[in-house]
């Protein structure tokens, strides 16, 4: 039933056209739809284990130490402004772990300065902290964000609410659980 809600969700808000583009749409100088996000070296926030650090990214995957990064296969980055401050940000659906081991997902955020200059992190949305329960897709609606959470033993789907708390400069869990 959650997912049957998350799903009714995303498409009404996909229709209504309130949800940001895809990575191919056109976009303003310096802003992060010119940024060639599969292809660049950034900071990564928190992803299951895998601590904050800088990842090179060829082809939406990287190493870092003994981690693996990679883009969710089949997701593509998507531009919202999350922060309230009239600029989009990407929200980037992230997979990480060991070699040759199970990865975690999350879903972050990452945004540019404002001269467009530098790619900035500005943190984890979504890290459910068990490999097996991972953000598996979401929505942006007037700046907060909708994630549906799929945990993968029990095939049980449940959305989880987000929002920018400036104050923290963090994003916080606003859906009470």
Same mark, same amino acid.
Request: proline fraction near 5%; charge should be negative.
């Given at each position: /039933?959650?997912?049957?809600?998350?799903?009714?969700? &995303?498409?009404?808000?996909?229709?209504?056209?309130?949800?940001?583009? *895809? &990575? +191919?749409?056109?976009?303003?100088? %310096?802003?992060?739809?010119?940024? #060639?996000?599969?292809? @660049?070296?950034?900071?990564?926030?928190?992803?299951? *284990?895998?601590?904050?650090?800088?990842?090179?990214?060829? $082809?939406?995957?990287?190493?870092?130490?003994?981690?693996? !990064?990679? !883009?969710?296969?089949?997701?593509?980055?998507?531009?919202? $402004?999350? +922060?309230?401050?009239?600029?989009? $940000?990407?929200?980037? @659906? /992230?997979?990480?772990?060991?070699?040759?081991?199970?990865? %975690? =997902?999350?879903?972050?955020? /990452?945004?540019?300065?404002?001269?467009?200059?530098?790619?900035?992190?500005?943190? +984890?949305?979504?890290?459910?902290?068990?490999? =097996?329960?991972?953000? *598996?897709?979401?929505?942006?609606?007037?700046?907060?964000?909708?994630?549906?959470?799929? $945990?993968? #033993?029990?095939?049980?789907?449940? =959305?989880?609410?987000?929002?920018?708390? %400036?104050?923290?400069?963090?994003?916080?869990?606003? #859906?009470? *659980?």
């Amino acid at each position: /039933m959650r997912r049957a809600l998350f799903g009714a969700l &995303a498409a009404s808000l996909l229709a209504a056209g309130v949800v940001a583009g *895809s &990575a +191919t749409a056109q976009a303003s100088p %310096s802003g992060v739809r010119d940024v #060639d996000w599969h292809n @660049l070296e950034f900071t990564v926030p928190p992803v299951g *284990s895998c601590p904050w650090q800088s990842v090179r990214f060829t $082809d939406g995957a990287g190493e870092a130490g003994d981690r693996v !990064y990679r !883009y969710q296969p089949g997701k593509d980055v998507v531009f919202a $402004d999350v +922060t309230g401050e009239g600029v989009e $940000d990407a929200l980037i @659906l /992230m997979q990480c772990g060991p070699r040759d081991s199970e990865y %975690s =997902t999350a879903l972050i955020a /990452m945004t540019t300065s404002a001269d467009g200059a530098a790619v900035l992190a500005l943190g +984890t949305v979504s890290n459910p902290g068990v490999w =097996t329960q991972q953000p *598996s897709d979401f929505t942006v609606w007037y700046g907060d964000i909708a994630v549906a959470v799929t $945990d993968f #033993d029990t095939e049980q789907v449940w =959305t989880e609410y987000y929002r920018w708390a %400036s104050s923290a400069k963090a994003f916080v869990r606003v #859906d009470g *659980s």
